[in-house]
């Protein structure tokens, strides 16, 4: 994440860059607690259905950014392949009917 010159905070005037050029890591911290902030009022102001599903929006975000951390494996697990090489080999499957598809009028 590169530092710009939006303001974040409107009442003191801080940006992002002048954060970033004094110490990212507070930088980072300072950002992510002002986020914290506006999203917790944002919430309060929302319904509560919408509220939850924003909230699990913003846990799944976390997650992910979380595992984004690890990381990803360069093969296909042990034993993927034996697993699931013909797994569906003795399933029938069937197409059911599709009908008939509606006539248009042409145009």
């Given at each position: ?5 939006r ?6 005037q801080?940006?992002y ?7 990212p ?10 986020v ?7 919430l ?20 992910l ?5 690890e ?9 993927y ?8 080999a ?9 009908g008939?598809s509606?006539?248009r009028e042409a145009?």
């Open positions: 994440m590169m530092p710009d010159h303001v974040i905070d409107r009442e003191n801080i940006s860059q002048s954060l970033f050029c004094l110490n890591c507070i930088g980072y911290t300072v950002v992510m607690h002002i914290a902030e506006e999203l917790d009022r944002k309060s102001e929302m319904d509560r259905a919408t509220a939850e599903h924003v909230e699990r929006l913003v846990r799944d975000a976390l997650y950014a979380q595992t984004r951390n990381p990803l494996p360069q093969t296909w697990p042990e034993g392949f034996a697993q699931t090489a013909g797994a569906l003795g399933e029938r499957f069937e197409r059911p009917d599709q008939t509606p006539t145009w």
